[in-house]
Antibody
């Protein structure tokens, strides 16, 4: 089981961004994929989760409306998308696999560092 | 649900026992996991369901609960165990504690 994330990004405020998380070694459609943000100041924060089988998506209230989570079953890839980045979106982002929408995470991607700076 | 970990930093010598604490602001009914994170790496699941070791977790890692306090005990600390440990509740929503850094004494 492996989750491989896209590489580090440097963006300017107001730009859009989509980062990815590709699963392999297991049936992507049978597990949930979550996104977790990590910053030095706020630690680990669960952002939301998607079930690739039917695209059922749930967001943390803190992140609803700020990001969009999606999945492409054909390529076994999950995505995290920002329409307009802010400096405060600078963080390390991890995808993680779970057996349910409110469960522990048994496998994690390696992380994608996003830096937003003018 | 707010999850509070203590201490923030724990200084331990190799071979010694380390005891980490995690307390939730509401009952989480054993729906609590522990993760280990080393510098430059993603978190790794150690324990779920308060006391069940994940695949590959050495037996020296033990999770337990007493009332509303959850504890991760590392019975004999090895050099590879230094890092930051996080607990996570998944009983209602998903929230992480702030972490305990286990450093060499």
């Amino acid at each position: 089981v492996q989750l491989v994330q896209s590489g580090a990004e440097v963006k300017k405020p107001g730009q859009s961004l989509k980062i990815s998380c590709k699963g392999s070694g297991y049936d992507l459609s049978t597990y949930w994929i979550a996104w977790v943000r990590q910053t030095p100041g706020r630690g680990l924060e669960w952002m939301g989760i998607i079930y690739p089988g039917d695209s059922d998506t749930r967001y943390s209230p803190s992140f609803r409306g700020q990001v969009t989570i999606s999945v492409d079953k054909s390529t076994t890839t999950a995505y995290l998308h920002w329409g307009s980045l802010k400096a405060s979106d600078s963080a390390m982002y991890y995808c993680a696999k779970s057996v349910g929408p409110e469960y522990h995470f048994d496998s994690w991607g390696q992380g994608t560092l996003v830096t937003v700076s003018s | 649900i707010v999850v509070t970990q203590s201490p923030a930093t724990l200084s331990v010598s190799p071979g010694e026992r380390a005891t980490l604490s995690c307390r939730a602001s509401q009952i989480v009914s054993g729906n609590l996991a522990w993760y280990q994170q080393k510098p430059g790496q993603a978190p790794r699941l150690l324990i779920y369901g308060a006391s069940t070791r994940a695949a590959g977790t050495p037996a020296r890692f033990r999770g337990s609960v007493s009332g509303t306090e959850y504890t991760l005990t590392i019975t004999s600390l090895q050099s590879e165990d230094f890092g930051v440990y996080y607990c996570q509740q998944y009983n209602k929503g998903l929230t992480f504690g702030g972490g305990t850094k286990v450093e060499m004494k």
